[in-house]
T-cell receptor, first 114, second 121 residues
Framework: AQKITQTQPGMFVQEKEAVTLDCTYDTSDQSYGLFWYKQPSSGEMIFLIYQGSYDEQNATEGRYSLNFQKARKSANLVISASQLGDSAMYFCAMREYRDDKIIFGKGTRLHILP | GAVVSQHPSWVICKSGTSVKIECRSLDFQATTMFWYRQFPKQSLMLMATSNEGSKATYEQGVEKDKFLINHASLTLSTLTVTSAHPEDSSFYIC?????????????????FGPGTRLTVL
């Protein structure tokens, strides 16, 4: 079974609009961490934001915020005021405390339109 | 911030040859390094976990005799693709975990290299 599910293979958004990228996860652990990474065409993995399973508040980093709904096992990424440079592949990922590795979802390709 | 480098950034080789990819943590010590493979338009798939001074742990379906991993020091792990074939052509990305991280160890103490694009002719 997939541990990380990203249901949007591609999205087109007008510049300056907000965009929400969906992510649901599956774990039986109580302790885990959720990540979002951006991968531009160059291939590098750029860390965007992190949410711990025990964090009570949603994580925010500049224009990025993570809408964490623990009961629904959902960790959507919200990008406010999108920019052309936001066009990239976005991956949701999870690391369970009992494990050492980060597992990635299939990704969402975001296209920002001028 | 923590920096992870990979060398080479790209390599083209003939079928049947072996290729070595290096992953280095430049400004921190890494007890654990991870190797991922990414095919075009797909996600990162974890291949193996590399621990300094011990044997790597391979994910199911990954041939350990084909993808040799050596983690000889706290700053260097190498992935050798032996007898490479065109189907091994892929983007290989390493990540390294900072030894100095404290706490639950869940936070972003894992840093990614820029990747190596391997093309086997």
């Amino acid at each position: 079974a997939q541990k990380i599910t990203q249901t949007q293979p591609g999205m087109f958004v007008q510049e300056k609009e907000a965009v929400t990228l969906d992510c649901t996860y599956d774990t039986s652990d109580q302790s885990y961490g959720l990540f979002w990474y951006k991968q531009p065409s160059s291939g590098e993995m750029i860390f965007l934001i992190y949410q711990g399973s025990y964090d009570e508040q949603n994580a925010t980093e500049g224009r990025y915020s993570l809408n964490f709904q623990k009961a629904r096992k959902s960790a959507n990424l919200v990008i406010s005021a999108s920019q052309l440079g936001d066009s990239a592949m976005y991956f949701c990922a999870m690391r369970e405390y009992r494990d050492d590795k980060i597992i990635f979802g299939k990704g969402t390709r975001l296209h920002i339109l001028p | 911030g923590a920096v992870v480098s990979q060398h080479p950034s790209w390599v083209i080789c003939k079928s049947g040859t072996s290729v070595k990819i290096e992953c280095r943590s430049l400004d921190f010590q890494a007890t654990t390094m991870f190797w991922y493979r990414q095919f075009p338009k797909q996600s990162l798939m974890l291949m193996a976990t590399s621990n300094e001074g011990s044997k790597a742990t391979y994910e199911q379906g990954v041939e350990k005799d084909k993808f040799l991993i050596n983690h000889a020091s706290l700053t260097l792990s190498t992935l050798t693709v032996t007898s490479a074939h065109p189907e091994d052509s892929s983007f290989y990305i390493c990540s390294a975990r900072d030894l100095g991280t404290s706490g639950l160890g869940l936070y972003n103490e894992q840093f990614f290299g820029p990747g190596t694009r391997l093309t086997v002719l």
